[in-house]
């Protein structure tokens, strides 16, 4: 490794930021990918790589590629500068864990008294848009005060973090969570929230009670099961509406189908499997590059579920669920895919989650395995709506924040629109 390669590595590790070193087994060339904004071939490939903290061995059009994970670091962010976060700040930083105190209030967030630790004097929303939470973060608000809390706590459960906890007392749990509530979230996003926070030790003292939130966001790291989910795209229809194949017109810079298959590979999905039909050469080219299986249905012209039924026989063994997205929706971000990801949950009743905008159902959806006979079992040039009601014990709807579940690129105007930097109105769900 080069010097100059393993300085970048060493800052972006500071910096709390993952990167995948790839080295050419042929020319011994190295390259640094950034996993988060690399939208070329070798960097989709790399953000799986990162994902699965691992290293692999990839064959690309350029040439043989090794992939090595460089993490990001495990972390605690701390929301308050009071005595608790002290010792919370010591004890994580002794456990390995980077720390970072979040607190506007200069006077009490101070080297003396939190010596080695990196303070953000700055209000936590602003903190965490700067620094964003990754999954591999842990967030413990414990300022005490609603104007630091509440901001901190929502933008950690719109984000990947593995743990959420909170100071306070069971009544002042249930007051913040009826504040987060109004603020939009559901009871299964607060469900996420670990309040009154740490393990229940009888702790009193400051630094038992630091002992109590450190020894229980170890145990959730520690013991959370790894699921794997495909992802899989449908992209296999006539567009009919479009008078062309819609999949392969080119927006911002690439094939339409481009958006939903880069935004799949870079989130936790595993494999992505894209469904072809209609012109599959065309969609073949214009997945050129793409770490994806491609998954041939040549009943395509018989509708929907037969595209459905094409991936969900795809799927490897070893997954526990499918999500299900449309080609034709470029808004959808590897953000709330992971979020989809992170809510689901079978044992708990959440063999279903769904992307929804202002309780508006759309996509995508993850499907838990064991309804993975019933959708196959559809007919007809249908998706799985009817299921989706029919099974309403299992569903838990996550809001997306904007309309991007409920808008697809069906007609010329909507894409012309989407060109021209315009959103086109939502489609009728």
């Known amino acids: 490794m080069r010097r100059e390669t393993l300085e970048k590595l060493m800052t972006a590790r500071r910096d709390g930021r993952p990167l995948v070193r790839a080295l050419n087994l042929a020319s011994g060339e190295e390259r640094l990918l950034d996993p988060a904004s690399d939208t070329s071939a070798l960097g989709r490939t790399a953000a799986q790589v990162a994902r699965e903290d691992s290293c692999r061995r990839v064959v690309m059009e350029d040439g043989d590629w090794l992939l090595t994970a460089y993490g990001a670091p495990w972390e605690i962010v701390i929301i308050g500068a009071v005595h608790i976060a002290q010792a919370l700040a010591a004890l994580g930083k002794a456990a390995g864990y980077r720390v970072r105190v979040i607190d506007p209030r200069a006077p009490y967030a101070t080297q003396e008294r939190f010596p080695g630790i990196v303070l953000q004097h700055a209000w936590p929303d602003e903190a965490l848009a700067e620094h964003p939470l990754t999954s591999n973060s842990a967030l413990v608000a414990l300022a005490h005060d609603p104007k630091l809390d509440d901001a901190a706590l929502a933008a950690a459960l719109r984000s990947a973090s593995f743990y959420v906890g909170a100071l306070g007392s069971a009544r002042t749990h249930a007051r913040r969570l009826a504040r987060l509530a109004d603020m939009g979230f559901s009871k299964e996003e607060l469900a996420k929230i670990h309040g009154p926070v740490g393990l229940a030790i009888s702790a009193r003292s400051p630094t038992e009670i630091a002992i109590a939130i ?114 034709d929706m470029p808004g959808i971000s590897p953000a709330l895919i992971d979020r989809v990801v992170a809510a689901f949950d079978p044992a708990a009743g959440h063999g279903i989650c769904v992307a929804t905008a202002g309780k508006r159902r759309g996509h995508p959806v993850l499907w838990a395995r064991s309804f993975f ?57």
């Open 214 to 327: 450190l020894a229980e966001l170890v145990q959730l790291r520690r013991h959370k099961p790894a699921r794997r989910i495909a992802g899989i795209v449908l992209a296999a229809g006539t567009s009919s509406r479009m008078g062309r194949n819609k999949l392969a017109e080119m927006l911002r810079g690439k094939p339409l189908v481009r958006h939903a298959v880069d935004a799949a590979l870079a989130s936790r999905l595993d494999p992505v499997l894209v469904v072809t039909g209609h012109e599959a050469e065309k969609l073949r080219t214009a997945l050129t590059g793409a770490a994806v299986t491609i998954v041939p249905n040549t009943r395509y012209e018989e509708g929907l579920s037969t595209s459905l039924k094409a991936g969900i026989n795809a799927v490897p063994e070893d997954c526990e669920g499918a999500m299900v997205l449309l080609g």
């Open 373 to 429: 006979r019933q959708l196959t079992a559809l007919k007809g040039d249908k998706g799985a709506r009817e299921l989706l009601e029919a099974q309403a014990g299992h569903v838990l709807e996550i809001e997306a924040g904007d309309d991007a579940p409920l808008i697809d690129i069906d007609t010329p105007e909507a894409l012309a629109a989407c060109r021209s930097g315009e959103v086109p109105a939502p489609a009728d769900q």
